[in-house]
């Protein structure tokens, strides 16, 4: 997140931040956006639960909220819901995820761990459209990352990340910029 905020500063950056959501009202990000001056909104997922609501009860909130905002286009940076089918498709083509592997290997959670236990060389990043299927959608730009002798979770993950600042808004600048 800090990585699009910080490229959408340019002058020539084809789109702005506007709004940064979090469904954690602890997430670190949140403090970045507010230390950038982008406006920030919690839509609480353990009041949710405690709440006995579902999924689809928070997407509704969640697309209020974006719709409140006039947002156009939608960017996932660590926010690790599933969102629900209906959701998705109210956002089709206008929502995109990175994922820190090369897509379609290592769907869903602790792909990094999922890339060591399978020994591959080369693990990576994904920017990609999001749909409903989990980590399924069409693939915008993607970055190798080596895995080194004696990585761990961490360390691979540490690396991935990196790699993740530098993709995604460049990925974002292409999809914005086709409009």
Excluded at 77 to 102: C, Q, T, Y
Excluded at 115 to 123: G, Q
């Amino acid at each position: 997140m800090r990585a699009l905020i910080e490229a959408a500063r340019a002058a020539d950056y084809p789109g702005e931040i506007v709004l940064v959501v979090s469904s954690r009202s602890d997430a670190p990000g949140l403090n970045v956006a507010r230390d950038a001056g982008v406006p920030t909104v919690v839509v609480d997922q353990v009041r949710f639960r405690r709440e006995n609501r579902d999924r689809e009860a928070y997407d509704a909130e969640l697309h209020g909220e974006l719709t409140k905002a006039n947002i156009g286009f939608v960017c996932l940076a660590g926010f690790m819901r599933i969102l629900s089918d209906g959701f998705v498709r109210k956002w089709e083509g206008r929502i995109v995820n990175i994922h820190p592997s090369l897509l379609p290997a290592f769907r869903g959670l602790r792909p990094q761990a999922q890339a060591l236990a399978a020994r591959v060389a080369v693990s990576g990043c994904t920017v990609h459209y999001v749909v409903p299927e989990l980590d399924a959608g069409a693939t915008i730009a993607q970055s190798e990352v080596p895995v080194l002798t004696g990585d761990t979770e961490e360390t691979l993950s540490a690396r991935i990340l990196e790699a993740e600042h530098k993709l995604y808004p460049l990925a974002l600048r292409q999809v914005l910029l086709r409009g």
